[in-house]
């Protein structure tokens, strides 16, 4: 079974991990949820959940204006050539669906299957926002307190330069 929004909540809890949470309207893609990024000062996730031509599977946690140039991003990350993770495999491995994908997903990753690759722009925000395993809120944590989590969860992060500021721009929450 998936972990839940209180799960989660107890386990950063547990941690010693301090988030504030603001409810909202579902927002599936960045355009949606630009009205949430005026109000809610830091940084702003997108989240790519990728799966490589060798069945490695990948979370990206990038700044929600990055630009990733897909047709390349094969290469900066050493892997097989990359497409989006199928809904049911997305659910299979992070437990939540298209549209709540988000770096507390890593949870339920617990036979880390999945790689984690973090945007080195949005570690430069000192409040990061992420989805608690839903789309309808946002809950900040500090960029040390991301990574302590993901950490704490068994997932070493690579922390990389992802903005391309090229070609294809993906707009996934």
Known sequence: ???????LFSYLE??????????????????????????LAGGHTKNLFLKDAKGRLYLVVAECHAEIDMKRFHK?????????????LLQETLGVSPGSVTAFSLVN?????????????????DKIY????????????SADDLLKFMR???????IMQLDAGVTESISTV
């Open 1 to 7: 079974m998936p972990t839940t929004r209180a799960q």
């Open 14 to 39: 547990k941690l010693g991990i301090e988030t504030t949470t603001v409810e909202h309207e579902a927002v599936f893609t960045v355009a949606e949820s630009e009205k949430l990024h005026h109000t």
């Open 76 to 88: 900066l990350i050493g892997s097989a050539r990359l497409s989006f993770g199928k809904p049911e």
């Open 109 to 125: 990753d617990r036979n880390n299957r999945v790689d984690v690759i973090v945007d080195e722009q949005l570690m430069s925000f």
């Open 130 to 141: 992420c989805h608690p395993l839903i789309n309808t809120a946002s809950t900040a944590i």
């Open 152 to 158: 704490a969860t068994g997932h070493d992060p690579r």
